[in-house]
């Protein structure tokens, strides 16, 4: 057999095998699977550390959360030198703290199981010579749709996680 024989007969023998490799079911150019989005009002609150009082840049953010959905960003305010910004990804929100010169100091992920969980994150961050108590939690009314706490909740009277 001559040399050029065996290159066919070796090139069209794995032919059949790349194309049940090739034939698999994947993902490229279909949707992902229907799933429904994640509606969350989720609320911040910032303290001064030392005197416990309450920032005026609190506030909060009202998601739809889907997979595969746009990142929608919003800024959570600015106080004392730090900038807070939230980013829904996907069915998380993504918390990010900068300092006065843009830097990420903290980042926190937020996801479904806190959101349903009915709890707060409590954690410092600290700008310059000051040190801010940021406060994250979620909050559903009676028929369990997401609503913003007013803003004289400051979220103390949600347990910690």
């Not at 229907?34 to 609320?43: E, F, K, M, R, Y």
């Not at 830097?103 to 709890?119: L, N, P, R, T």
């Not at 994250?136 to 369990?144: E, I, K, N, R, V």
């Amino acid at each position: 057999m001559s040399m050029q024989r065996r290159l066919k007969l070796v090139a069209f023998g794995w032919m059949p095998l790349l194309l049940v490799a090739c034939s698999g079911n994947t993902l490229v150019g279909e949707e992902a699977p229907n799933i429904p989005p994640l509606a969350v009002a989720l609320n911040h609150r910032l303290f001064d550390t030392a005197s416990m009082t309450s920032s005026p840049s609190g506030g909060c953010s009202s998601y739809q959360l889907k997979p595969g959905g746009p990142g929608i960003s919003s800024g959570a305010g600015n106080a004392d030198g730090l900038g807070v910004n939230e980013m829904a990804v996907d069915y998380t929100v993504v918390v990010k703290v900068t300092d006065k010169d843009k830097q990420v100091i903290v980042e926190k992920i937020y996801d479904e199981a806190f959101f349903k969980s009915g709890q707060r994150d409590d954690f410092t961050v600290t700008s310059s010579d000051k040190t801010m108590l940021v406060r994250y939690w979620a909050t559903f009314d009676a028929d369990d749709r997401p609503v913003c706490a007013p803003f004289t909740d400051d979220g103390s009277q949600t347990p910690l996680r």
